[in-house]
């Protein structure tokens, strides 16, 4: 392949393949798309909207699957381990993306590209083989039906040493709408169902072999201040010791009740020492968790006797070494030892995947909630997805409207471990009730009916992360309003402290905010720290690395890397550019957030619950959509952009579209 001349930071060149007639070729994008939407979702964005016509089946030939990597992917810039996976949602029916770690991101860029994308469906199963000489089709079909551990481990030992893959598992096969993307043995591209999209091109694998370095403009001064970073968050080795299950349910307690800002450096330990379990007291207490459904609370329904049982010094004691992403300082993951039922160590349980199969559905078993980690990372299905279709299943058991017919006698009550273990099992390979749960809680109710829906807590098709907003209410405008729905890292109160966004961006905020109207000031912070969260996705670097040690020099490494030299401004504007082009693939697919993506009622507080942290309280979603559609310069009724607005974004893509169906 051709590389792109004078180019840095990226190649200019990305992989188109034709599952259909089994055609691999090499495409070369005008330089200035890059200026306009950099890489990773950004190009993502750009592409689908180009080259998908509106209304595609997201399980037909016609959508599109991107494997994209970011401007500072394999660049030595800290926490440029990410990969963003785009495609039409099958969950959401809408715009998708879902982004991972691990290794494949810097090993598919060494390949030459930026980005690879899959359009049509093979007529048999097969996977794409990369590295930075050639990229082909191989027979998949003694692949098929192997979980993801069991393909990624046949195929890295087929290829090239360091080889990386990124594959489904059998939920992906099954056409799950929960399906995921993983490597690196258990690291997932989770949510939106992206893995469903995946299995229906009958596409196992990509596997990266790539070993060609990219060149930068300033190697000097990304490595110089990725050292002075590097410093900034060196800790004493004694740090650690201050935390624990009990401390941290007391911090827990107290930012329930009270206001507190979030601490990087407080974060950053968590992170290093014990990882996202380090959450599971502090969120229990403070009611970020939810639990039982979305109807319990910590008192009396899962309290500190009980979730400390799952908690991070449980966790930590079961560690076996830890694990880092590429170029990650802070290694916030580890491998724990195998447990009785899982037949080898595993990536340790993250918080998402101990809430959604612990305080979820009133489970303290850890054992078993290792094994329902283990399981699901072979299955490739996201855990937040599927631990809430189970607790969906078991509300419906206890109220009568399934019975021990429907479940295959399983005695479908909380806590019950070994009924949710098996319920798992029977959605990762779709039998009996699983196959009607295999495509999460709404399609579900659909199914079942009999009022079965006031148990189906999802937005907009995806069910809601284990963040409560009624803690945490910037999240209430990521659920509700962002271009993927019921997507708890786009953007949070909690994220704008630790980013320091307010300082980070105060001008622009300031722009936003309309003076009077309730809720406008938080609105516009949040719709600042999404449109960062943009350009932190485009550039392939960590969520985490942004809220570990104060402002991360993300704007320097992007200019060192590329020879650019815009502004912090010129990048929010576009970060913005880029957030807005995923909501006009919404609009031009027919949804309307402000309407298709409202959560479900128990989300917002519709009953109040009746005690714990956040006994009573009910958020005004109503009113706080208008609020961030105001800020977006969206309708707050149709959620159509103004224009003038577009056009200031230089953002011309979709503005034909909407100069053509608007009134």
């Not at 004694?238 to 827990?252: R, T």
Request: net charge neutral.
């Amino acid at each position: 392949m051709q590389e792109g001349e004078g180019l840095f930071g990226y190649w200019g060149t990305i992989c188109l393949v034709d599952l259909s007639s089994g055609t691999v070729s090499y495409e070369r994008p005008d330089p200035g798309l890059y200026r306009r939407f950099l890489s990773g979702v950004g190009l993502g964005a750009k592409i689908l909207w180009d080259r998908m016509s509106p209304g595609e089946d997201p399980l037909g030939p016609g959508n599109i699957l991107g494997f994209t990597t970011g401007v500072l992917t394999d660049t030595g810039a800290l926490f440029s381990g990410r990969f963003t996976v785009v495609a039409k949602s099958p969950a959401s029916r809408g715009w998708g993306d879902s982004n991972c770690g691990g290794y494949f991101a810097p090993f598919l860029k060494r390949c030459g590209v930026d980005a690879v994308f899959f359009s049509g469906v093979s007529p048999s199963p097969v996977y794409l083989y990369m590295d930075d000489e050639t990229a082909e089709l191989l027979d998949a079909s003694d692949v098929w039906g192997m979980d993801t551990v069991e393909t990624e481990r046949l195929l890295r030992g087929r290829h090239a040493k360091g080889a990386q893959v990124a594959c489904i598992g059998p939920a992906g096969e099954r056409l799950s709408y929960m399906a995921g993307i993983c490597n690196d043995r258990g690291r997932i591209a989770a949510r939106g169902g992206l893995g469903a999209v995946m299995g229906s091109k009958r596409l196992k694998a990509v596997v990266a072999a790539g070993k060609k370095r990219i060149p930068v403009a300033d190697r000097s001064a990304i490595d110089a201040s990725s050292d002075l970073f590097r410093r900034r968050i060196r800790d004493w080795k004694s740090a650690p010791k201050l935390f624990g299950d009990l401390s941290m349910a007391v911090m827990g307690w107290i930012s329930g009740r009270l206001p507190m800002r979030q601490i990087p450096a407080a974060w950053r330990l968590l992170l290093r020492e014990y990882g996202t379990p380090s959450l599971v007291a502090m969120s229990a207490e403070s009611g970020d968790s939810p639990m039982k459904n979305w109807l319990g609370s910590v008192k009396p329904d899962f309290p500190y006797g009980r979730y400390k049982r799952i908690g991070m010094g449980v966790v930590r004691s079961r560690e076996i070494r830890k694990y880092g992403c590429h170029s990650c300082p802070v290694r916030c993951g580890a491998h724990v030892e195998a447990v009785p039922g899982a037949a080898e160590k595993m990536h340790r349980p993250e918080y998402e995947t101990l809430c959604a199969f612990g305080p979820m559905l009133l489970n303290d078993d850890v054992d078993s909630i290792f094994r329902l980690n283990d399981l699901v990372n072979r299955a490739g299905i996201d855990s937040i997805s599927c631990g809430a279709t189970v607790a969906f299943a078991v509300e419906c058991y206890m109220n009568g409207v399934l019975s021990k017919g429907d479940t295959g006698g399983l005695e479908l009550v909380w806590g019950n471990v070994r009924a949710i273990e098996e319920l798992t099992r029977m959605i990762v390979h779709r039998e009996g009730l699983g196959d009607l749960l295999a495509d999460g809680v709404k399609r579900a109710a659909e199914r079942i009916g009999h009022g079965s829906e006031q148990y189906a807590v999802h937005c907009g098709g995806v069910e809601a992360p284990m963040h409560d907003p009624r803690f945490d209410r910037g999240f209430i405008y990521s659920y509700s309003c962002d271009p993927t729905p019921g997507r708890h890292t786009t953007s949070g109160k909690q994220f704008v402290d630790l980013q320091g966004i307010r300082g980070l961006f105060r001008k622009a905020i300031q722009e936003r905010v309309r003076r009077g109207e309730p809720y406008s000031g938080e609105a516009s912070q949040i719709a600042v720290g999404a449109f960062y969260k943009m350009l932190v996705d485009c550039a392939g670097v960590c969520l985490f690395g942004t809220q570990v040690g104060g402002r991360l020099p993300l704007f320097a490494w992007m200019n060192a890397a590329a020879g650019w030299d815009l502004t912090d401004d010129e990048y929010l504007r576009l970060g913005e550019r880029v957030y807005q082009l995923r909501h006009a693939f919404n609009l031009r697919e027919g949804l309307n957030p402000l309407r298709d993506f409202r959560p479900h009622p128990r989300v917002y507080g519709e009953p109040p619950l009746k005690s714990g942290p956040l006994k009573g309280v009910t958020l005004d979603v109503e009113a706080m959509s208008t609020a961030y559609s105001r800020v977006m310069g969206w309708d707050a009724q149709t959620g159509m952009p103004e224009i003038e607005r577009l056009r200031k974004l230089d953002l011309h893509e979709p503005v034909e579209f909407l100069e053509r169906t608007q009134p």
